[in-house]
């Protein structure tokens, strides 16, 4: 094939779009089994970070913000949002390993449509990213966690959960596009994974310094802390439901756009 037939490759129709996304979406899932190790490192940091503080923080965290042996159920939401955090790096290092290593630029000589691409990344993601949260959710459970919510809470509380799933997802897309390395990818989304430690995932924010408490209460993922912990627990969402369900929203569009964005430059 030239150069010239090369980038006149045809262009799948828009009704293809579908069909093209379950082949990139199986493409994804298949690579996932095949290669486990990124995923069970990212399912890792959650599980540990659990472990962590029941079991060695616990009693003198629970003390201090006077939750006393339900400090469990204080810690959970924030460290579901943690999986979510930390399933980010697996999504950059993908999508930054196939524009790099020229599997993009293949994809792209063949009659398929570009967008799915980058949608069989997002929903393979948000597949593996809901197990994840799936199995520390059973792992908590097993440790104490005893919320009060009814299936509708329940519903309610992982709608969310997901919401913020596929924001983050798209979020990490975009980096791993903007990345010019897998190893430049992994760092470059770290930022996400230290958003929960400053925000309310393991003591509330009214016990931070000022300035801390300033940046942690108008971060992303306090609100949808705050909201998945009000529904998991059967207490009252407030205005901080609002502003869980506005962030995930704003951040699917603007990372949404710019991940085409950067696909259609750069792969």
């Given amino acids: 094939m030239t150069t010239t037939a090369l980038h006149a490759a ?33 399912i890792a940091v959650p599980v540990i970070f659990l472990l962590l503080f029941v079991y060695v923080l616990g009693r003198p965290l629970a003390a201090g913000i006077g939750t006393g042996t339900d400090y469990i159920n204080y810690l959970a939401p924030g460290i579901l949002l943690m999986t979510v955090s930390a399933a980010s790096t697996a999504t950059a290092v993908s999508v930054c390993s196939d524009r790099t290593e020229g599997i993009v630029a293949r994809f792209r000589t063949m009659a398929i449509s570009r967008s799915s691409i980058l949608v069989g990344h997002v929903v393979g993601s948000i597949i ?21 919510a009814g299936p509708a809470g329940w519903l309610a509380a992982l709608g969310l959960i997901t919401l913020l799933t596929v924001a983050v997802t798209w979020l990490a ?40 408490r300033a940046f942690a209460e108008h971060q992303p993922f306090t ?14 969402v407030g205005a901080e439901g609002i502003a869980a369900v506005a ?18 430059r750069r792969a």
Avoid at 18 to 23: I, K
Avoid at 183 to 212: H, K, Y
């Fill in 10 to 42: 045809p262009t799948a129709p828009a009704g293809h779009l579908f069909r093209d996304s379950a082949t990139m979406l199986r493409r994804q899932l298949k690579h996932a089994l095949r290669y486990p190790g990124l995923s069970l490192g990212t």
């Fill in 128 to 148: 593996q990213t809901m197990i994840s949260v799936g199995i520390v959710i059973g792992l908590a459970l097993l440790m104490g966690f005893r919320p009060n």
């Fill in 173 to 212: 897309v975009a980096l791993g596009t903007l990345a010019k390395s897998p190893e430049g990818a992994s760092n470059i989304v770290t930022p996400l994974a230290l958003l929960p430690f400053i925000g309310s995932a393991f003591v509330p924010t009214d016990s931070m310094p000022v300035v801390v």
């Fill in 223 to 236: 609100p949808v802390i705050e909201t998945i912990r009000a529904l998991l627990m059967d207490t009252p």
């Fill in 247 to 264: 962030w995930c929203a704003g951040i699917t569009v603007a990372a949404g756009l710019w991940a085409n964005k950067l696909f259609n």
